[in-house]
């Protein structure tokens, strides 16, 4: 196992940067110009401000220069394409399409003009839920302005598994939010990202806005903090399938969009960080200094060892799937 970790991370290390940005952008894709708006974008392409910000997952009334967003266009159909495959190919859906070009059924014909609107994101005020694969997508979209290099791990421990019912996504983030706000007399919901037993996405803090919470300033000013639902101390929740598959394919994403390499300064766990001096002592603190956060049983562990042996191997792995994907 430390021959392959010390091979996968060569291999990552020796492949040039991951290039989010294309040459030529395929024609459902805007690139947000300096001193552009919601409402300016919204007017060149006939939709209105609030279409555009559910179509690409915006959380506030502003966008930021070298932000990609979907938008709506013109398609001449070839021939032999069909509906799915025109929808799949620019993120809509032959539902959307047959009833923005008032067709009656799925027949195409070669020169055919259809305009292809993309569909619109799951959101509730600011959070957004989506599939990893779904957060991939917005998340090479974004224009991050601040800088980031560490990636952290959390685990919520309360709410636990037997908070979620599998469609209370959004009654859960709004509670934390409440609570982070509230009760901690933070800003907003501490965390960015949350990730769900059933394998859903939710951001929530823009990434934008650097995370709060107990982990301290040092590790925050710089870091995205992701929540995953749940108790993984040894006896409590056992972590679903889903899940386990989301953290890495989330972690691998966020790893790739800002050049890092999986390593403990890049991802790190909330149990290394001094609870009271917010102090990183990795596997020194003592039991009454640290908290167990992501869990004693969080892919194996909580320990440094534990996260080189068992997390960051497979982070590793899927950041090479991913890339490979996207070239």
Known sequence: MKLRYILLFFIIFLLPSFQIEANNQPPNIYVVQQNDSLPRIAEKYRISVEELKL???????????????????????????????????????????????????????????????????VMNGQHILMTKEEFKDWLFNQQVTREVNLIQQHHTWKPSY???????????????????????????????????????VAVSRPLNDAPEGTIGPIANRNGIAIENLGDFDIGQDQMTKEQKEAIVYVTAALALKFDLVPSIDTITYHHWWHYKTKERVLDHGKSYEVKSCPGTNFFGGNSTKSAKKNLYPLVLEKMKEIRDSTQ
């Open 162 to 200: 037997r908070h979620f019912k599998g469609n209370n996504h959004f009654q859960l983030l709004n509670s934390m939010q409440q609570f982070h706000r509230q009760t901690m007399k933070w800003n907003n919901i501490a965390q960015n990202i949350t990730i769900f037993p059933d394998g859903r």
């Open 55 to 121: 179509t690409n997952g915006i959380q506030r009334d502003t966008v930021n220069a070298g932000q990609k967003l979907w938008v709506p266009f013109t398609y001449e159909v070839m021939h032999g394409e069909t509906l799915a495959e025109i929808a799949a190919k620019y993120r809509s859906t032959p539902e959307i399409i047959k009833q923005v070009n008032h067709l009656t059924s799925n027949q195409l014909y070669p020169g055919q003009l259809l305009k292809i609107m993309p569909k619109q994101m």
